[in-house]
């Protein structure tokens, strides 16, 4: 009895801390965040000049992380949404909404009016409902120097019958937040975690949502028991007894002024509705421990839900943190979780059968083709790790650790059966290692696409795309090339420090231009001083600049201070001449 106490007394003295923390990170973070606001409103603003649903085909979406890609519930087709990219000096947003045919292998990009302002790491789930739904929560835009963030709380529908976006305004929801996980549980969107930072401080949570589907509310859940500490990043699942399973996930904690310490979890939970659908509101969190081989520690993993009862989890990054930099070791290989069994295992690449093995083989050949079910009975094999050096065009030196997991061999096969199918599985394609991709799976297919590296103080985006059939675990196919090598890299600028406090924000296609009939349309509705052929940004600026100061004054209102105003016209005059030029 005397240790329950201490033990309820000790979890509210957890939560006061926590619930104070909040408030510091809300108060700091609220300065930072009406920066960002207006800029937002502005693009926004843009945005809403489109008035008509154009759909046109396109070559393949450029670089980018942190997206959602999601499968369409009714026909065979991906949808892409959001996401970021990073070339060195300049933080990219994005809103677009890219579909892949995938009899086809073809990308097509959907403009429709009044979608959500661009985002990255926001959640995204679909949902079979008239036609097909893809709801969307959360997730931040950045500034390019990535000190400024604004943390969205906002709910967004695609209806996918229609092609039209609805946000959908409710109270009580989650606060602002990133790096959050959401699944669609029956008639309900469950959100778990994520964080929310500042340029100083930060915070973490561990609470959960539920957005009613049918009555269009939140309520916030208070499970019963003992849950998982805060984190983002982590694995959410749901069984098909409306149960929902939480994985691993990071963090970080201040240990002492301008230093952190990140954490990997590892561990598991299970959260179960109670009393049998009868009393929906009571939930109860419950400690998991699988068997079977689970994932090494790592972040920035990416999951989906594979058939036969099961997740999986792919790639990720495993950061060795030292007093003054990160050295990350990414990962590209996939752990299945059997919700049934409560069991992980690795899989296992089985490599594409030959008929001369299988008539040598016989029976045994017969039996290891029988499912995946018999990959999961067969001994794991540790994964081996290949290291690569590739030189950029630039000198920069890549180094690239590839842990590739080898099919699962029986040991009575001779030596001349090894030689001769070793050279082909030597040879086998397979995504390199990443974190942070996005994943998606149609008809027992799951696809990868996009992502990143690091080599060095180098970031290397990716934007290709992968599948593999989770059913027979054979082979990787490339369904979208991409030579990171090729890929603009540009040094920080001091220089430009002053200039670029919120410059890249725009997001947008950094390579695709609009068309001259898109300019002549802008054209012809925009209010904005016009940039004059040849203009320079300091000359345009100086001609423009009180236009841009009343602009950011009617936005941001009387009280605001003027450095702030003056601050915010000058971020919104060279985004304008940078979409201009």
């Known amino acids: 009895m005397g240790k329950k106490g201490k033990r309820e007394k000790k979890g509210k003295g957890a939560e006061k801390t926590a619930a104070k923390m909040e408030r510091k990170v809300s108060r700091r973070a609220k ?34 992380l942190n997206g959602s890609l999601s499968a369409h519930p009714e026909k065979d087709e991906l949808i892409l949404f959001g996401g970021e990219y990073f070339n060195g000096q300049k933080t990219y947003l994005y809103n677009e909404l890219y579909v892949y045919n995938i009899r086809k292998n073809s990308w097509s990009k959907l403009e429709i009016p009044n979608p959500p302002p661009r985002r990255c790491a926001h959640q995204a789930a679909v949902v079979p409902t008239a036609g097909g739904q893809l709801w969307v929560f959360g997730g931040e835009f950045a500034s390019p120097n990535g000190e400024q963030f604004y943390h969205y709380k906002d709910l967004w529908v695609l209806h ?146 594979a058939p036969n009862n099961r997740s999986l989890l792919f790639g990720g990054v495993h950061d060795e943190e030292e007093e003054e930099s990160i050295e990350g070791d990414f990962f590209n290989d996939i752990y299945f979780y059997d919700m049934g069994k409560n069991r992980w295992f690795p899989g296992q690449l089985k490599g594409p059968k030959s008929e001369k093995r299988k008539r040598r083989r016989g029976k045994q050949a017969e039996a290891e083709g029988a499912g995946d079910e018999e990959m999961e009975k067969q ?10 050096e590739v030189v950029a065009e630039d000198g920069t030196v890549m180094t690239i650790k590839q842990v590739i997991s080898g099919p699962a061999e029986e040991k009575e096969r001779s030596e001349s059966e090894e030689e001769e199918e070793g050279g082909a599985l030597g040879q086998q394609v397979e995504p390199c290692p990443r974190s942070n991709a996005m994943l998606a799976v149609k008809h027992g297919v799951l696809y990868v696409y996009g992502g990143m590296f690091e080599v060095g103080d180098r970031q290397f985006t990716l934007s290709d795309l992968y599948s593999i059939d989770l059913h027979k675990m054979e082979e990787w196919k490339v369904l979208v090339e991409m030579d990171p090598k090729a890929q603009e890299w540009l040094e920080d600028s001091e220089s430009d420090e002053e200039d670029d406090d919120m410059e890249g924000a725009e997001g947008g296609e950094e390579e695709e231009e609009s068309s001259e009939e898109e300019s002549e349309d802008e054209e012809g509705e925009e209010q904005h001083p016009s940039v004059q052929p040849g203009e320079q940004h300091a000359d345009y600026l100086s001609r423009t600049e009180q236009y841009w100061v009343k602009l950011a004054r009617s936005n941001m209102g009387p009280d605001a201070k003027e450095k702030k105003v003056v601050k915010v016209a000058h971020a919104m005059a060279k985004t304008f001449y940078e979409d201009s030029a």
């Open 160 to 305: 996918l019958a229609t092609k039209t976006w609805e946000q959908i305004k409710a109270s009580g929801g989650p606060s602002g937040r990133s790096g959050h996980r959401m699944v669609a549980c029956k008639r309900q969107l469950i959100i778990f975690g994520g964080f929310h930072e500042s340029a100083r401080d930060y915070i973490y949570y561990n609470d959960v949502y539920a957005f009613n589907l049918d009555s269009f509310t939140w309520s916030k859940l208070a499970p019963s028991g003992i849950g998982p500490a805060p984190r983002s990043g982590c694995q959410m699942t749901t069984n098909p007894e409306g149960s929902i399973i939480i994985y691993g996930g990071y963090s970080k904690q201040r240990i002492k002024k301008d230093v952190d310490k990140g954490t990997l979890h590892t561990d598991m939970f299970l959260l179960k509705a109670e009393g049998a659908g009868k009393e929906e509101d009571k939930w109860a969190w419950s400690r998991l421990n699988p068997s079977g081989v689970k994932p090494t520690p790592r972040s920035g993993f990416s999951v989906a839900a």
């Open 31 to 64: 300065k930072e965040e009406e920066d960002l606001e207006v800029l937002i409103a502005e693009f926004q603003n843009l945005d809403a000049k489109k008035t008509q649903v154009i759909e046109t085909s396109c070559s393949p979406p450029s670089p980018r």
């Open 379 to 388: 001994p794991p094999q540790g994964p081996v790790e290949i290291v690569k």
